[in-house]
């Protein structure tokens, strides 16, 4: 066995670099899918304007809440570490929207008090083993300004407001004015210009019309 | 060591140096720290999120992770790192399930999965950034495999079955996808050092990434290393024939005398490390420099790259064989240049066409003496592919792929590794006058081919539970007797969101080696029959808990099988059948990982009248022993396991053990009961032989890595690993079977205990 002084110098090299700087999150392997999708809610708090009362105690935080059966796993944590104009991040999990009305089912206080949580969340992913309650769910928030997000086919139709797509491998989002509005939210320009599918509202008429997009 | 390498080496103690001092230092302070931008998704933009593809390389057309109609491995860059792997076959072995790779008397090592494995690696093929690597000439896969350089690399997707239906002739057991990092997946620079005590190795790479504009940038890589490997003494080298306990048992050997004490040795309780001096395990070919370089430019749909990379490495040869001289051994050394032009093309929401264009050189030699420094083979081929697919997507239902390719290949170019010497290759020269391949002249004519594609694939989502794909492949060679059709089924049905089932059916095909084909070409006029498997596969996957993930797999194969040494026909038709269990665990600070492959043959069949001891080493129940494969470890069993102590210490490992070798150990018997005949140049199996009761070299295999990791910053990486480290008690343990022994039944290369240090800083 040769060891040579190269390795004692490599050695003394490594073990004298001592910064201490905030922790480098551990990318653990999960779905590479709900990686992106974790990055796309990070993205939309940016070009999302809330009504104010929603918004107005700067202490609270931004809360995200995953209702169903969570996909993203580990993958969304780093989020907590990445504050949105100084407002911390919470990830906040409901089991399934069944399990809250079952609650309801013997205390009708504490259902709503579950339903009103789910109001507090500012985003809400809706978990696709959640689909077959989604218009359930979108109408429990529809006041609360609560940007809706889910990965269902007609997710928009009942009154979603932002729906992932996917196209040639990649990850996309269509986007509903109407329900937005409905919701209370204002969606910036530069999300709707990069959003597959745009449903507006025809103020005039109130006829929905859809708008496609060429890919990006 | 030459002056030039020990410079080398310098250099790269001075960057860990110069890397621990900055960082040790107040340099950087926390806002500039902050202030760096992270490199992560969460950095991106929507931009360029929307650019990050999802899918893997299991299908043509766009699907999701879960629905892929194959069993898939996706190694990432994290994996990469904290395994500690040395190089991709080492990283291969690590996390595939029922993935091998076993030594060879005088070749490259060879990888295999599912049973399936040759005397060469042209039976998977070997893509980065799916362009195919492969040598096509002789051995196969061959670049990449060796080298420890590994950071240029952002993931490896091995797809686990045939996928010729995708990647065309070649890919009989799996897919092996290098995904390099870009300027999509990486900006900043970064440096790594690396070095390896015991099996030595010396290692630098640098790596950088610039953005113009969001969709536009390049991405550059360098890397070299200087790898010495671990002497005998640490990696002992041991022949079968070394020992019997049976002093009328000869060890005949017409060239030189063989020294009787050592042809009378008793059977060791464990080996005697002394017994034959040989070649350090490992060391790098030519006593060379492995070198791997990289660059990629990327604007919006246009992605132009090239490659080059230079390996190899002495192959220890059988000392019994040559009258035990010492320190023998054959060299195979390669270099490869890849350049590639690839074109997305947006025709319309629903269209999109993928053009490509690339040319490849490898250069590939053989020293068959190093003391004299013959050459056995040293061989140029150039090859020049185009690539058009198109993929339209009418609505959420439907996908279809369609498209060509052409690849054109030139042969019996002189190697600029060897200018000096005509193209040469070994089957076409052979010491034994006698030998029907025998060629005075030894060397090349230049010759080329042609081969045109057709290929398809159609996705139905028929609703949210069922998704069926179905789609083939169409192959003409000019050098192939037949068309070569490569179909492909499946069936994907998700009845819950927990719940994944998938059967599938799929036939991959595979033309020999080129030079067999001419060569055969050249003595018969005949073209060469491909070689078929067809694979059945029923897999099952459960995400048990949003932390367990659970997955099997049944398989069926029927194989005709084309060798090295059968030329250019079947030399027997394989009927095989296995199970896969994988179990994935993961939480925030842990991760587990467990699988058990089993393959096990059910028939090995040799043509009516054939000689089954003409150019197959498949199995020995062609000669009625046993009913195993002679290179496979029935049962293979890997775990990893990763757990964060702190914010900045993980600590890691993995364990591979490799169940008997039941098929070696019937085709060992056969040998020795062949040894009694009288000593006969032409048959190799007249010379095989060892003493029976020396049958641990067919027993349990166990590799066991474990590493340490300390990330005191974002930007620096220091870890420790140990390698194999089970031999420090036995070193039979760490056994790797040196497998078509033919003649040479019982021989076995143990794999070093060892360590590794690497630094790794991003700017």
Same mark, same amino acid.
């Given at each position: ?50 009504? #104010?009362? @929603? ?39 409901? @089991? ?50 609560? =940007? ?37 939210l204002e969606i910036r320009s530069k999300l709707l210009r990069l959003a597959k599918k745009v449903i507006q509202e025809d103020a005039a008429s109130g006829i929905l019309g859809e708008e496609k997009r060429d890919s990006a | 060591m030459d002056t030039k390498k020990h410079s080398l080496l310098q250099k790269l103690s001075l960057i860990a140096i110069f890397i621990g001092l900055w960082c040790s230092g107040d340099v950087l302070s926390a806002e500039q720290q902050n202030a760096d931008k992270d490199k992560d998704l969460f950095a991106m933009s929507i931009e360029q999120l929307m650019e990050v593809p999802v899918t893997t390389s299991g299908s043509l057309t766009s699907t999701s992770q879960r629905k892929i109609p194959a069993a898939t491995t996706t190694i990432t860059r994290e994996d990469i790192q904290h395994s500690g792997a040395r190089n991709l076959d080492e990283l291969l072995d690590i996390y ?8 060879? %008397? ?55 079955? %045939? ?47 610039? @953005? ?18 671990? *002497? ?19 060890? *005949? ?39 791997? +370089? ?23 040869? *059988? ?13 195979? !050394? ?11 093309? &947006? ?43 198109? #993929? ?19 042969? !019996? ?18 010491a034994c006058s006698t030998h029907p391949l025998y060629n005075p002249t030894g060397r090349l004519p230049r010759w080329s081919t042609d081969m045109y594609s057709l290929l398809g694939e159609y996705q139905w989502t028929i609703n949210d539970q069922w998704t069926t794909f179905v789609g083939g492949r169409l192959d003409d060679h000019s050098m192939t007797n037949q068309k070569m059709f490569s179909p492909r089924a499946a069936v994907v049905y998700m009845p819950t969101e927990k719940d994944t089932f998938k059967v599938m059916y799929s036939k991959s ?38 932390? =367990? +993930? ?96 702190? *914010?900045?210490?993980?600590? &890691? ?8 070798? %039941?098929?070696? @150990? ?36 166990? +590799? ?7 990330? %005191? ?6 870890? =420790? ?13 760490? #056994?790797? =079977?040196?497998?078509?022994?033919? !003649? ?20």
């Amino acid at each position: 066995m040769r060891i040579k002084i190269h390795i004692l110098m490599v050695l003394t090299a490594a073990f004298s670099a001592t910064l201490a700087v905030p922790e480098v999150y551990a990318d653990t392997a999960s779905s590479r899918e709900y990686q992106i999708k974790a990055a796309f809610l990070y993205n939309f708090l940016q070009f999302v304007d809330w009504p #104010k009362e @929603k918004i107005a105690d700067a202490n609270k935080p931004i809360i995200i809440g995953i209702i169903g059966d969570d996909p993203f796993g580990n993958v969304i944590e780093p989020l907590k570490d990445k504050p949105v104009e100084g407002r911390k991040i919470v990830i906040q999990r409901f @089991k399934s929207f069944e399990s809250l009305k079952k609650a309801g089912e013997n205390d009708a206080a504490g259902a709503k008090q579950n339903i009103k949580a789910l109001g507090e969340c500012h985003v809400l992913f809706i978990c696709a083993s959640e689909n077959k309650n989604l218009r359930e769910i979108v109408e429990s928030v529809k006041n609360s300004g609560v =940007l809706t997000v889910g990965e269902a086919e007609g997710f928009l139709d009942v009154g979603g407001i932002v729906n992932f797509v996917m196209a040639d491998e990649k990850v996309g989002f269509e986007i509903s004015i109407a329900s937005a509005k409905h919701a209370g939210l204002e969606i910036r320009s530069k999300l709707l210009r990069l959003a597959k599918k745009v449903i507006q509202e025809d103020a005039a008429s109130g006829i929905l019309g859809e708008e496609k997009r060429d890919s990006a | 060591m030459d002056t030039k390498k020990h410079s080398l080496l310098q250099k790269l103690s001075l960057i860990a140096i110069f890397i621990g001092l900055w960082c040790s230092g107040d340099v950087l302070s926390a806002e500039q720290q902050n202030a760096d931008k992270d490199k992560d998704l969460f950095a991106m933009s929507i931009e360029q999120l929307m650019e990050v593809p999802v899918t893997t390389s299991g299908s043509l057309t766009s699907t999701s992770q879960r629905k892929i109609p194959a069993a898939t491995t996706t190694i990432t860059r994290e994996d990469i790192q904290h395994s500690g792997a040395r190089n991709l076959d080492e990283l291969l072995d690590i996390y595939v399930p029922n993935f091998e790779y076993i030594r060879h %008397p005088w070749e490259f090592q060879h990888a295999g999965l599912r049973g399936i494995i040759a005397d060469r690696d042209p039976k998977y093929l070997l893509l980065v950034n799916g362009r195919v690597m492969n040598e096509i000439a002789h051995q196969g896969a061959l670049s990449e495999r060796d080298l420890p350089m590994l950071t240029d690399i952002h993931h490896v997707e091995v797809i686990r079955g %045939p996928g010729s239906a995708l990647y065309g002739p070649g890919a009989i057991s799996m897919v092996i996808n290098i995904v390099t990092d870009s300027v999509k997946t990486f900006e900043g620079a970064e440096v790594t050092a690396r070095l390896g005590g015991v099996e030595e190795y010396y290692a630098g790479e640098f790596k950088y990434g610039k @953005k113009f504009k969001d969709d536009s940038g390049i991405f550059l890589y360098g890397g070299t290393n200087d790898y010495l490997g671990a *002497d005998t003494e640490d990696a002992p080298y041991v022949s079968g024939r070394q020992f019997s306990s049976n002093p009328t048992i000869r060890l *005949d050997w017409p060239l030189a005398p063989f020294p009787p004490e050592v042809s009378r040795t008793p059977v060791p309780q464990n080996h005697d490390k002394k017994i034959f001096p040989t070649r350090r395990d490992g060391e790098a070919f030519n006593d060379q420099l492995k070198n791997k +370089l990289y660059g990629e430019y990327t604007n919006g749909g246009l992605d132009i790259w090239a490659r080059y990379t230079r390996g190899g490495e002495y192959c220890p040869i *059988d000392m019994t064989w040559n009258g035990g001289a010492q320190e023998d051994s054959v060299q195979i !050394g390669y270099q490869q240049a890849t350049g590639y032009i690839g074109y997305t093309q &947006d025709v319309s929401k629903t269209l999109t066409v993928d053009y490509s264009f690339s040319y490849d050189m490898t250069d590939f030699a053989t020293v068959t003496d190093s003391a004299t420094g013959v050459l056995g083979t040293a061989e140029r081929e150039e090859k020049y592919y185009s690539k058009v697919i198109a #993929k339209w997507v009418p609505n959420e239902h439907h996908s279809i792929a369609f498209g060509g390719e052409w690849q054109h290949d030139e042969f !019996g170019l002189r190697s600029s590794m060897w200018p000096h010497s005509p193209a040469i290759a070994s089957v076409f020269v052979d010491a034994c006058s006698t030998h029907p391949l025998y060629n005075p002249t030894g060397r090349l004519p230049r010759w080329s081919t042609d081969m045109y594609s057709l290929l398809g694939e159609y996705q139905w989502t028929i609703n949210d539970q069922w998704t069926t794909f179905v789609g083939g492949r169409l192959d003409d060679h000019s050098m192939t007797n037949q068309k070569m059709f490569s179909p492909r089924a499946a069936v994907v049905y998700m009845p819950t969101e927990k719940d994944t089932f998938k059967v599938m059916y799929s036939k991959s095909v595979r033309t020999p080696a080129a030079e067999d084909t001419k060569l055969a070409n050249m003595q018969t006029g005949d073209k060469a029959q491909p070689e078929k498997l067809s694979a059945y596969e029923l897999r099952y996957e459960r995400q048990q808990t949003k932390k =367990l +993930l659970l997955a099997g797999s049944l398989f069926y194969h029927d194989q005709d099988i084309v060798t090295a040494a059968s030329g250019v026909a079947p030399v027997g038709n394989l009927k095989s059948w296995g199970a896969e269990l994988e179990a994935i665990y993961r939480t925030q600070k842990t991760t587990f990982t467990l699988s058990h492959g089993f393959t096990k043959q059910i028939r090995f069949q040799t043509p009516a009248g054939a000689n089954p001891s003409v150019g197959q080493y498949i199995s020995a129940s062609a000669f009625g022993y046993g009913n195993d494969l002679e290179n496979w470890s029935n049962h293979v069993t890997k775990l990893t396991a990763r757990h964060d102590l702190t *914010d900045k210490w993980s600590v &890691d490992g993995s364990l591979r053990v490799y169940w008997g070798f %039941p098929g070696q @150990k019937d085709y060992a018997k056969y040998n020795r009961d062949q040894a009694i005949i009288p000593f006969d140049w032409s048959n190799w199996l007249s010379y095989g032989c060892y003493d029976s009761t020396y049958d641990r070299v067919f027993g349990v295999g166990m +590799l066991l890595n474990l590493g340490a990791q300390y990330k %005191p910053s974002k930007n620096l990486t220091v870890r =420790l690993d140990g390698y194999n480290l089970l031999g420090l008690v036995d070193h039979t343990l760490n #056994k790797r =079977l040196i497998g078509y022994s033919g !003649g040479s039944p019982a021989n076995y290369r143990a794999e070093a205990p060892a360590f590794g240090v690497s630094v790794t800083y991003k700017f």
